[in-house]
């Protein structure tokens, strides 16, 4: 969701911004541009459309400048169109800005500066900002030596809402300013050239050093140096971070697509998953978790607060958690928890999920539990994302970067990292006997090889994909732990093919959603549950009976069963299952969104970390 890069060095800013934008695509964006310090002027490029567009801009390949500013734009304030892409500068085009997050007050800012003579040509929020810079620049109190810092500081001090921004200036052709609240922002340090990213990524082919800047931080970067402020504009060192992920893992490595090239990653990002979390015969350990018995033991209650597919995770989770840990878990939308008062105090512990560790409800929920006494807990995927750097206690997934928008590994990763994390507590709480435990760790420990099992056949999937990508509707029912399945296979589905689909309990079917079971329509069913496969094996039946095609995901030998396709996987411990029983799901919706000739990595309308509320 919006993306920004920038650069201050020696060489041809254009072509590194361009290609930084282009890391950045999978975030999902309508606009796109750049803006360029050259011969005393800013050089703005910009339109709707893709990064590529850029590149056949008139001008745009004779830019020499070597500090620039680039953006994607993911339209909230004014439709897509040249006018509303960013950079935006102000009147006098001696600032010029591009902006990631929403300001919540600019109408009241824009009214501010109507009434002092400023104009606007575009309906952003973003446009207040370089005219408030202007303003202050020649109005304000300045607070530091540097005039640029203090206009740029007192222009933040006026904004509400969420905000990264990157400034740049002719009139100090040697330098960019930056300033984050609530939306992320890197820099990566290299040689004579700094960089500055939305994520890691965009950047990685350049350097590997990189500073997080936290919240309401400034910093002042010239090729050679870079110089950081807090919010009241004191200097600070700051330490520099070595990301240990390299350029190559984040290509696409000879896959069509990254959401295939992930689906494919799974054995490999569980096991990076697992490391030396545990072995059998030997407890569970996490290096970088330190939670007493003595905190554990006075826990009544535990909240896992999420949004999609991480929020799925947090369902599979919660089983595991209960059964293990002998401890209720409510699972939630951060979006909703964060506006409904929930029951917690010190007793209670929250755990967040986020792959990116940036998604704007996820943060804003934790920040209320913590305001709340309760301690909180991030699970993520970005070491030093925002969410981790708001919560008491951080674990991490490990899966490596996941580009494509419709997430796969880091769901399989948020699952495992959860199991392992019950049976952490169980072994501390002594809640299950070690015998249980042992059993489930060895199950763990097969999921790689079992999911390999899973992927060396997608033909049978592959087939079906064919059969059903012209459909209007699917459903996808389940029972116990593969209801939760079946609400991340419909969500894969809706997300990549565009195609309308519902997620039931199987047993709520009788309840009403069969009114829609007609000709045709295709039911998918997850049966992995021993238990209840009987009574899922009935439901499906009643779909069958009114015309369904339907086809079943199961590790059941199934009896006199007509079900269209059946894909067997292998079998493992229920609290899991939905690990293996996703694969078959996340192919699927791959395979009809190829067959409906869409992109499949970045899909309509959808951003990869949803930075704003
Ligand atoms: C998953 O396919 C989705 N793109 C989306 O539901 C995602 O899981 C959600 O936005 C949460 O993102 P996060 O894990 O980065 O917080």
Known sequence: MCGIVGYVGNKKATPILINGLVCLEYRGYDSAGIAVLENNKVVVKKDKGRVNNLNSLEGIDTLEGTIGIAHTRWATHGKPSKENSHPHMDNSENFAVVHNGIIENYNELRQFLMEKGYTFLSQTDTEVIPNLIHYYFHNGVHIHEDKFLSAVKAATDDLKGSYAIEVISPMFPDKAIVVRKDSPLVIGKAE??????????????????????????????????????????????????????????????????????????????????????????????????????????????IYIVACGTAMHAGLVGKIALEKLCKIPVTVDIASEFRYRDPLIDNKTLCIYISQSGETADTIAALKLAKSKGAKTLAISNVIGSSITREADYSIYTHAGPEI????????????????????????????????????????????????????????????????????????????????????EGSLKLKEISY?????????????????????????????????????????????ITRGAKTLVVTNQVLPNAHFDFVVTIPETNPLISP???????????????????????????????????
């Open 192 to 301: 004579g050239e700094n960089f500055i990213a939305s994520d890691i990524p965009a950047i990685l082919s350049y350097t590997k050093n990189f500073y997080l800047l936290d919240d309401k931080e400034f910093a002042v970067i010239y090729k050679d140096a870079i110089h950081f402020f807090d919010d009241s504009l004191i200097e600070h060192n700051k330490p520099v971070k070595n990301i240990e992920w390299d350029a190559a893992s984040v290509g696409k490595d000879g896959f069509e697509d990254f959401m295939l090239k992930e689906i494919f990653e799974q054995p490999n990002s569980i096991r990076e998953t697992i490391g030396s979390r545990f072995r059998l015969g030997e407890p569970c350990s996490f290096d970088d978790l330190e939670i007493s018995k003595e905190y554990l033991s006075t826990i009544n209650k």
């Open 404 to 487: 494509a928008v419709a997430s796969t590994k880091a769901y399989t990763s948020q699952v495992v990292l959860l199991s392992i994390l019950a049976m952490h507590f169980a072994e501390i709480l002594n809640s299950v006997t070690p015998e249980e435990i042992e059993k489930l760790k060895s199950d763990i420990l097969d999921l790689p090889t079992k999911i390999e099992t899973i992927l060396e056949n997608t033909a049978e999937i592959e087939e079906f994909a064919k059969k059903v990508y012209t459909q209007k509707d699917m459903f996808f029912l389940g029972r116990g732990v593969d209801q939760t399945v079946a609400l």
């Open 579 to 613: 690990i293996l029983s996703v694969v078959p799901l996340q192919l699927l919706s791959y395979y009809i969104s190829k067959n409906k000739g869409l992109d499949v990595d970045k899909p309509r309308n959808l951003a990869k970390s949803v930075t704003v509320e």
């Open 499 to 543: 195609i309308h689909s519902e997620a039931y309990a199987a047993g709520e079917l009788k309840h009403g959603p069969i009114a829609l079971i007609e000709n045709d329509v295709t039911v998918i069913g997850i049966m992995t549950d021993s238990s209840l496969v009987e009574k899922s094996i009935s439901n499906l039946q009643e779909v």
